[in-house]
């Protein structure tokens, strides 16, 4: 079975630092992809980053990038230079070959930015 | 601006009502689907349409009925339901093919559902 742990159900940032969300993952699939989610107060979940199984490089996108660690089956985000409107709920996500269809995601971590 | 919308953005109801959720997609997706999101809880997937065509029916009691009449449309039906269904719920949608592992999914606002 798929799982997926994020063991910081919350963090805070100084606003202008960089922060690192954690994520591990349970798969025996070969293939996968990986994805992170921000969902503000409002409620839309927004996706933020892609990381494949395969890819070779750290999935980067503007401020937001990935850390990818295969053999630890770790894919933490990290988001750098952090703002106020970064304040929100960021969920780790996995699709895998055995389960194409569905997406599996994490209990979440609720990340504050502190002015 | 959000591709995926969903309406009403919050309702409640009584346990003996009938109502019904809508999810429009303006992205040109092939897929879509239903999420519900408690308090303090996962997100669960509750039901996946591809092509029209009901995938998935993730355990999910017969008090919810999805209807998918096109690729751009889904809703979900509700009735007699209880007061442990108040809940988030989110539908999103994706373009499913080949690359299935990076098929993204984007998700709209969500209904903030409360059964009294």
């Known amino acids: 079975a798929q799982k997926i742990t994020q063991t910081q159900p919350g963090m805070f940032v100084q606003e202008k630092e960089a922060v690192t969300l954690d994520c591990t993952y349970d798969t025996s699939d070969q293939s996968y992809g990986l994805f992170w989610y921000k969902q503000p107060s409002s409620g839309e979940m927004i996706f933020l980053i892609y990381?494949?199984?395969?890819?070779?490089q750290n999935a980067t996108e503007g401020r937001y990038s990935l850390n990818f660690q295969k053999a630890r089956k770790s894919a933490n985000l990290v988001i750098s230079a952090s703002q106020l409107g970064d304040s929100a709920m960021y969920f780790c996500a996995m699709r895998g070959e055995t389960s194409y269809d569905k997406v599996i995601f994490g209990p979440g971590t609720s990340l504050s930015v502190i002015p | 601006e959000t591709g995926v919308t969903q309406t009403p953005r919050h309702l409640v109801m009584g346990m003996t009502n009938k109502k019904s959720l809508k999810c429009e997609q303006h992205?040109?997706?092939?897929?879509m689907y239903w999420y519900k999101q408690s308090a303090k809880k996962p997100l669960e997937l509750m039901f996946v349409y591809n092509f029209k065509e009901q995938t998935e029916n993730n355990s999910v009691p017969s008090r919810f009925s999805p209807e998918c009449p096109n690729s751009s449309h889904l809703f979900l039906h509700l009735h007699t339901l209880q007061p442990e269904d108040s809940a988030l719920y989110l539908c999103?949608?994706?373009?499913?093919?080949?690359?299935?592992?990076?098929?993204?999914?984007?998700f709209g606002a969500g209904t903030r559902l409360s059964v009294l």
């Open positions: 999103a949608s994706s373009q499913d093919g080949d690359r299935w592992a990076k098929n993204i999914q984007y």
């Open positions: 992205l040109g997706h092939n897929a």
């Open positions: 990381q494949g199984s395969y890819d070779e």
